[in-house]
């Protein structure tokens, strides 16, 4: 399986990103999926998951900004970012979870 993130990108405070995910091979529709992110100098951190039956948990500091889903047989996955601060900027990956598989990442920078 092979995940590829894309929809990163510069935007001012306040603006809003989306992210996709594919992935590609079989059908991932029993597999949870999430997006985590690595700013500079820090921990990768979680930021949202959602589950094969699309229940979804969130970091504590997305605070009801950001949504993710699926589409398809769930090999899709979106997070919708909304009102970004300075602080969102990080790369953000996507990942299977419980599987150790990961994307490339894609930048996410939030700067006036």
């Known amino acids: 399986v092979r995940l590829v993130e894309s929809g990163g990108g510069s935007v001012q405070p306040g603006g809003s990103l989306r992210l996709s995910c594919a992935a590609s091979g079989s059908p991932l529709n029993t597999v949870a999926m999430g997006w985590y992110r690595q700013a500079p100098g820090k921990q990768r951190e979680l930021v949202a998951v959602?589950?094969?039956?699309?229940?979804?948990n969130y970091g504590d500091f997305v605070e009801g900004r950001f949504t993710i889903s699926r589409v398809g047989a769930g090999n899709t996955a979106y997070l919708q970012m909304n009102s970004l601060k300075a602080e969102d900027t990080a790369v953000y990956y996507c990942t299977l979870i419980g599987l150790d598989v990961w994307g490339q990442g894609t930048l996410v920078t939030v700067s006036s």
């Open positions: 959602i589950t094969a039956g699309s229940s979804t």
